[in-house]
C-alpha cells in the first residue's frame, strides 16, 4: 500500500510579503514593517492552509477577486492585536469624570445626550470600563442622556464583546467590589458581565481609515482612541485624525495611549493638561485650526 505525496510546506517569499503588506496597508491602513515579518508569514501561513489553497499566489489571487470581502474580514481578525483589560490606564477615565464631562455639560441642557466612543472596542473591556465609570464615579449622570459607542475593524472581537465573558485577569484591576456588582462567576476563571452593562454599548464594525465606514460618527463628546495609532504608519494616522476631528462636536476631547502623541501627527488638536490626565481637544469653534 503506497501513501500520499505529501503537500510542500508553504513558503512566502520577499515578494509575497511585500505584495501583501501593500495590499493590507490599501485596506486597513495598517502597516508591517520587517520587524513583524515572523508574525505576519505565520498568520499568512495558518489562513492559506485554512482554504485549503496550496500556495500564496493562488491565495492572494482569491483573497483580491472575494466580492463579500470575507476573506480579507478572516484576515483582519488573524492580524489584529486585542490586549486589554478593564480599568487599564484609569486616570484616562479619572479624567473623563473629573474635568472633561465638567466642560461638556456646560455646552449641554439637562437631558441632552452626551456621546462617548470607544475605538478599538477589542473585547469590551473599554468601553465597558466607561459605562462603570459613569455609573459608579459621575455624580450627573442621570441628568443627561448619555450613548456610548464602541467600534472595531475586528468581527471576533466585536461578537466576544457582546457576550460579555471576561477571563480572571481582565477583571484584575477592578475594585474588587465592582467586580462582585457587575459580575457573576461562571466557574473558577471567568465572570459574566452584568446585562445592564452589556445593553448600555452599542458596538459596531468600523475601519477608521475607510470614510464611508466614519462620517455616521458625528456629535461625539469624547472619543477613547488608545494603543491604535501605533499601528498605522503617518499617512494613516493623519486620516484617523481627521476622521476623529470631524467626528467630535466642537470642544470635544480625544485620548490616545500614553505612548502615543498627536503632536506628531496632527495639528488640528489643541493640548489640554487636565489633573488627570492629558488630553486632546477640538477647538470651539469647530473651525480647524
Known amino acids: 500500500m503506497t501513501s500520499g505525496a505529501l503537500s510542500p510546506p508553504i513558503v512566502i517569499t520577499d515578494a509575497d510579503f511585500l505584495k501583501f503588506r501593500e495590499y493590507f496597508y490599501r485596506k486597513t491602513g495598517m502597516h508591517f514593517d520587517d520587524s513583524k515579518r515572523y508574525f505576519v508569514d505565520r498568520r499568512l501561513i495558518e489562513r492559506i492552509q485554512a482554504t485549503g489553497a496550496d500556495n500564496f499566489r493562488n491565495w492572494f489571487i482569491a483573497l483580491r477577486f472575494d466580492a463579500r470581502g470575507a476573506e480579507l474580514q478572516a484576515l483582519v481578525n488573524l492580524m489584529t492585536v486585542n490586549e486589554t483589560y478593564f480599568f487599564r490606564e484609569a486616570y484616562q477615565f479619572d479624567c473623563m469624570v473629573n474635568s472633561m464631562l465638567a466642560e461638556v455639560v456646560k455646552r449641554k441642557s439637562v437631558g441632552q445626550r452626551i456621546r462617548i466612543w470607544s475605538v478599538p472596542s477589542s473585547t469590551g473591556e473599554e468601553p465597558y470600563t466607561v459605562a462603570i465609570y459613569l455609573l459608579e464615579r459621575w455624580a450627573l449622570i442621570d ?54 452593562i452589556v445593553s448600555a454599548v452599542e458596538f459596531s464594525r468600523v475601519n477608521l481609515c475607510e470614510s464611508a465606514d466614519t462620517r455616521r460618527f458625528r456629535d461625539i463628546d469624547i472619543i477613547f482612541c488608545r494603543n491604535l495609532l501605533i499601528y498605522f504608519d503617518d499617512l494613516s494616522r493623519r486620516v484617523a485624525a481627521e476622521a476623529m476631528y470631524d467626528a467630535l462636536s466642537p470642544g470635544g476631547f480625544l485620548c490616545l495611549g500614553h505612548s502615543e502623541s498627536m503632536s506628531r501627527i496632527s495639528s488640528l488638536f489643541s493640548v489640554r493638561r487636565f489633573p488627570d490626565a492629558m488630553v486632546y481637544q477640538k477647538a470651539l469653534k469647530g473651525d480647524r485650526p
Do not use: N, W
Open 143 to 196: 441628568r443627561y442622556e448619555v450613548e456610548i459607542l464602541s467600534s472595531d475593524i475586528d468581527t471576533q472581537v466585536l461578537e466576544a464583546a457582546q457576550e460579555g465573558v471576561y477571563s480572571t485577569r481582565s477583571v484584575s484591576q477592578m475594585p474588587p467590589e465592582y467586580v462582585r456588582k457587575y459580575f457573576k462567576p461562571r466557574g473558577d476563571r471567568e465572570f459574566v458581565l452584568s446585562p445592564e
